[in-house]
């Protein structure tokens, strides 16, 4: 039977899924907020605002490889 390590805990897993969730709505939230204020700054044009999301999308998966990046480290220890 294969002995557990000391990090192995599945509590640490559910937190890391749970912050990935998180982490990406509030990346794309920040995102809308960014681009729907840069429309109303510039006449209205809602393609400010999908730019805005698109680039909270694109930081919140940046995001997300770094924490599952430093999460693998963490269970490679050991």
């Known amino acids: 039977m294969r002995?557990?390590?000391?990090?192995d805990n599945p509590w640490r897993a559910v937190a890391m899924l749970g912050g990935v969730g998180v982490d990406l709505g509030v990346c794309?939230?920040?995102g809308y907020w960014l681009g729907s204020w840069f429309s109303r700054s510039q006449g209205g044009e809602p393609i400010w605002i999908v730019a805005g999301m698109m680039l909270g999308f694109l930081a919140g998966v940046a995001s997300i490889i770094l924490i599952i990046?430093?999460?693998?480290?963490?269970n490679n220890n050991g």
Do not use: C
């Open 3 to 7: 002995k557990q390590k000391t990090n």
């Open 28 to 30: 794309m939230i920040g």
């Open 69 to 74: 990046k430093s999460y693998m480290k963490g």
